[in-house]
């Protein structure tokens, strides 16, 4: 039995599969070298022999293939689609990058929407001849503002699409066939397509007659013996000419031939369920081309019927050679202003990619946007940089709180320190940190309750009774700079005399060393001479010790005030005795810290011990979550929160530098204060905190509603490598103030950006990098 033979063993017709690909417009797109793509199309021309080729053993035919653009619109929206060759996608996802590199490029799993049997159809081509151009003008958006302005009477189920059809073509032959239509204009020939359009009609009408008198004209001369008419000067070529006012060919004529050229189809198609509306849509769309007439224009004529396979490579319309620069006119997406307008969905925010290095890490700064991608992003997580300070900008509601929240997760899940120095209204950042951290975790100083106070004073830096004399003054002393740094900062204004801070220094070396805490015990010293000689007396006692603090004694001695003996008393054996101080020499030291006594908190803090302080180095190496509360009902006094604020801060790093001393890489500790400018003293202290947190793991996270309120440390927080997060509600100014760092960016992406977003500038390994996220959501 003979075995039958299948042509599909040797034969195989290879038709293409088309992707469907929709571009989201960016606010900032520009159209001007959108011919570029028409050139990419022209170039995937095949010619027939590489169309018909063996493999192994069979005989391959491809089938002819086509791009094609599609402008679908809607009442409300417009969409922008490429229906393109699976074999020629990634040359055509280039192009686009390249020209519209902003846009956002979707691929689509479907077609387009499906037309009803409502839509009717309209196809759009040349009036004259291929060689004659439309207007070229890059530059310009038209059609497409004329087109897409269809939408402000469109109703809601009204819905207009225009497709533009590139077949790709031979080039041969073009120049001949462009070299007869010149030749046409020379001889004042009709240049007019063939169509049975009144225009044409009549046209060859006159033809008809004017040849018909020509020769009658011709005979009677000839009769006559007159001399032979001139063809250049024919009836018909004299009324032609009068018609056609065809006047100097435009440059983008003289240019088209030697430009490439494209088979292109141009479709519309109206559809809705009002066939009026249907009809009138149709025809504006299809008017709005007149915007671009020039040598040539684009004439419609109602099709038969509807396409309903945009994958076809023809459409059975009218073909128009275009150029690939008058393809520009149709490979057109909106620019601002239709999309601003109109309301267009677009890229209404300008979109950065992600560095690397901030796509992994621990504290999370939300999700960013790019091309249609999402991406986490996080500040980065090396011990240097991930201890540089953090500053958040914005309004209230903005979204700070609920980011710092997520911030101390983040923290607490890495097992990292937290301080929270709150003293907004209720404190109800500390209550939502709370309720995301372990209780064991949480050591809460509410200073508006009795039992939380804490005593004044700088007990972080405990003296070792077992210690060497040095070790313990030089323990001494670290408190008595912090306690200098304080008294200094109580109140706005000059800093103490040297002299002042002299005494000062003096009263601290010598009660700190000898292993007390209190800032009170380091006033009574100054204040009162029989305390003061107590301290005295003991440290006579370590002769090591004193002689390492003789001229802080002696400066201590200049403060008693000695009784008055008379030469008869003195006679008499009579001595002079200490009976209090000169408070002269003290009286500006004494003027600050009366203020420490002038509130019944502050006083009963003043009053208080140390010993039941928190252990802020201790908490910090276990990674605990320091919360310091100052309910603004408890606290209405700006002055007092300033006082404790500095106070508290003070603390904090001195706690920082003494983890310093006891590791070469501390344990992250990350200290957030909100509006930190509601303690303006602090700023002095952290213009020189601030460059040396990094080296203690220390970092510094600060919340405001705008850059002015940390203006006193603006240049110290930019030279130290900060990084800031401009979140909904900052002003223009604000983003003023980083606009040569925020590359690409624009005020409007700050003002424009959905709530609880972040404008960030962050720094890293890189430098600085800005990009857009979406805050993390609340807790």
């Not at 590199?101 to 839509?119: H, R, V």
Request: aromatic share 8%; glycine share 4%; with cysteine.
């Amino acid at each position: 039995m003979s075995k039958s033979i299948k042509l599909s063993d040797y034969f195989e017709l290879r038709k293409p599969s088309y992707q469907y690909i929709k571009i989201i417009p960016h606010k900032s797109t520009r159209n001007f070298n959108s011919s570029n793509i028409a050139k990419m199309i022209a170039n995937t021309y095949k010619s027939l022999n590489k169309m018909i080729y063996k493999e192994q053993k069979k005989l391959i035919f491809e089938s002819y293939f086509k791009i094609s653009y599609v402008i679908d619109i809607e009442n409300n929206n417009s969409n922008f689609y490429f229906i393109v060759p699976k074999l020629y996608l990634n040359l055509l996802l280039e192009k686009i990058k390249e020209i519209w590199s902003k846009s956002t490029i979707e691929l689509c799993k479907q077609g387009i929407k499906p037309f009803t049997n409502n839509a009717i159809q309209y196809e759009l081509s040349y009036k004259k001849e291929d060689a004659l151009s439309l207007a070229v003008d890059k530059k310009s958006n038209e059609p497409l503002n004329q087109i897409l302005s269809i939408m402000q009477v469109m109703k809601d189920s009204d819905r207009v699409t225009l497709i533009y059809n590139f077949m790709p073509c031979s080039q041969l032959g073009w120049i001949d066939k462009y070299k007869e239509t010149m030749d046409k204009i020379k001889r004042k020939q009709s240049i007019e397509k063939q169509s049975m359009t009144f225009e044409y009609i009549l046209k060859n009408m006159i033809k008809i007659i004017c040849d018909t008198l020509d020769i009658v004209l011709g005979v009677i001369n000839d009769f006559l013996g007159g001399k032979p008419i001139d063809e250049s000067e024919s009836l018909y070529n004299s009324i032609l000419g009068v018609l056609e006012q065809q006047n100097e060919l435009s440059i983008a004529t003289k240019k088209k031939k030697d430009l490439q050229v494209i088979d292109t189809q141009i479709i519309a198609i109206s559809d809705g369920k009002d066939s009026i509306r249907n009809q009138n849509n149709i025809s504006s769309i299809s008017s709005a081309f007149r915007s671009i007439d020039q040598d040539n224009e684009l004439k419609y004529d109602k099709s038969k019927k509807v396409i309903n396979n945009l994958e076809s490579y023809t459409f059975n319309t009218k073909v128009s050679k275009f150029s690939v620069d008058e393809c520009q006119n149709l490979i057109q997406i909106p620019g601002r202003a239709l999309l601003t307008s109109l309301g267009i969905k677009h890229i209404k925010i300008e979109e950065s990619k992600v560095p690397e290095l901030l796509q992994h890490g621990k504290k999370r700064l939300g999700i960013a946007k790019y091309k249609g991608n999402e991406t986490k992003a996080y500040l980065e997580d090396t011990y240097d940089k991930a201890s540089l300070p953090l500053v958040l900008i914005g309004a209230m509601g903005g979204g700070k709180s609920t980011y710092l929240a997520n911030f101390t997760k983040d923290c607490v899940e890495n097992n990292e320190g937290v301080v929270i120095i709150d003293f907004i209204k209720n404190c109800e950042l500390s209550d939502n940190i709370k309720s995301i951290a372990p209780k064991e975790k949480i050591l809460e100083i509410d200073l508006g309750k009795q039992e939380n106070m804490q005593g004044f004073g700088f007990d972080e830096l405990k003296v070792n009774p077992n210690a060497t004399a040095f070790e313990r003054l030089e323990a001494g002393n670290l408190q008595t700079t912090q306690l200098k740094s304080f008294i200094n900062s109580i109140v706005v204004g000059d800093p103490l005399s040297s002299r002042m801070e002299t005494i000062l220094g003096a009263a601290g070396d010598v009660v700190f060393s000898l292993g007390y805490t209190c800032i009170r015990d380091v006033m009574k010293c100054l204040t009162c001479h029989k305390t003061r000689a107590k301290y005295i007396e003991e440290l006579k006692r370590d002769k090591e010790l004193y002689d390492l603090l003789d001229e802080e004694v002696e400066t201590l001695e200049e403060l008693n005030e000695w009784s008055k003996v008379s030469a008869q008393d003195s006679k008499k054996g009579i001595i002079s005795e200490v009976i209090g101080t000169r408070e002269s020499k003290i009286e500006h030291i004494l003027d600050r810290t009366r203020v420490l006594r002038s509130d019944a908190k502050l006083k009963y803090m003043y009053k208080k011990d140390t010993k039941n302080n928190v252990d802020f180095v201790k908490a910090m190496e276990e990674g605990k979550i320091i919360i310091i509360k100052m309910p603004q009902s408890k606290f209405p006094s700006k002055h007092v929160k300033n006082i404790l604020v500095t106070y508290f801060m003070s603390k904090i790093w001195l706690a920082c530098a003494t983890r310093g001393a006891l590791h070469d890489k501390p344990k992250p500790c990350n200290v957030i204060i909100d509006e930190l400018f509601q303690a303006p003293t602090v700023m002095t202290d952290l213009r020189e905190i601030i460059p040396q947190t990094r080296k203690f793991g220390c970092k510094l996270v600060f919340a405001t509603h705008n850059t002015k309120q940390l203006a006193e440390i603006h240049e110290t927080l930019e030279s130290s490598g900060t990084s800031y997060m401009l979140l909904t509600g900052a002003l223009e100014d604000d983003f003023n103030h980083f606009k040569s760092k925020l590359e690409g960016f624009e005020y409007e992406d700050l003002r424009d950006m959905e709530q609880f977003s972040s404008l960030n500038l962050i720094y890293y390994s890189g430098g600085y990098s800005s990009f857009i996220t979406k805050l993390p959501k609340p807790i």
